[in-house]
Every structure is written in structure tokens, then in C-alpha cells.
């Protein structure tokens, strides 16, 4: 059982940052590719970026590529994505996710935890 808790959201103007963190329990933390996904309001939610076991490999929707980072940090068990020059359409719910299968297929396999979310918003 892996319990992830995410962090880091708030409200942020057009061009700024933030960054995530989530935060997993348990020792097996090292044995999962990570994943960060969003779903706006009347959408469903979306991947948006994973994360390979060891770190060295990483994969983003297109919409992020170069203004998103993954990484993770496996003596800390802990992912983080950090957010760079933000648009209003990047406003969602960030969750953080696990999973057993490869990051290569997080994008179209369904995790096997999730965390709760936190809420970003970027005001134009």
C-alpha cells in the first residue's frame, strides 16, 4: 500500500511558477514510476508528466514539454514537478500518481494509487 500526499499548489499569475511535491509512504517507493496528472474543471483529467524508477528517464504531454520538470527523489520518497512560465489553461487539480507498469505507459495505463490533489490556479 503506497499513500501519496501532494503539495505546492496555490494561486499564481500568468508567466510564474510553482512547484509540486508528493510526498509516498511506505519502502517501495523506488519500485514505481511516477506520475503527475490534472483535471480542469469540466474536463477529464490528464497526464502531464512521468517519471521512470530511477529518475534518468521522464516523459510530458506535449502541452508542458519545456516548461514542466519531473524528478523525484528516492532517499526522500518523494516527486516533484515543477511549473514553469504558467498559462490560465494550466489551471486544474494536480494529482499525483504511482504505478507498477512502466513510465513509458503512464499515459494510457491506469496508476495504482493516486493522491488527492492539490488545487493550482493561474489568474490571467
Known amino acids: 500500500q503506497v499513500q501519496l500526499v501532494e503539495s505546492g499548489g496555490g494561486l499564481v499569475q500568468t508567466g510564474g511558477s510553482l512547484r509540486l511535491s508528493c510526498a509516498a509512504s511506505?519502502?517501495?517507493?523506488?519500485?514505481?514510476?511516477m506520475s503527475w496528472f490534472r483535471q480542469a474543471p469540466g474536463k477529464e483529467r490528464e497526464f502531464v508528466a512521468s517519471?521512470?524508477?530511477?529518475?534518468?528517464?521522464?516523459l510530458y504531454v506535449d502541452d508542458v514539454k519545456g516548461r514542466f520538470t519531473i524528478s523525484r527523489d528516492n532517499a526522500k520518497n518523494t516527486v516533484y514537478l515543477q511549473m514553469n512560465s504558467l498559462k490560465p489553461e494550466d489551471t486544474a487539480v494536480y494529482y499525483c500518481?504511482?504505478?507498477?507498469?512502466?513510465?513509458?505507459?503512464?499515459?494510457?495505463?491506469?496508476?495504482?494509487?493516486w493522491g488527492k490533489g492539490t488545487q493550482v490556479t493561474v489568474s490571467s
Open positions: 517519471v521512470s524508477r530511477s529518475g534518468k528517464s521522464t
Open positions: 511506505g519502502r517501495t517507493f523506488s519500485s514505481y514510476a
Open positions: 500518481a504511482a504505478g507498477s507498469l512502466p513510465y513509458a505507459s503512464a499515459s494510457h495505463n491506469q496508476p495504482d494509487y
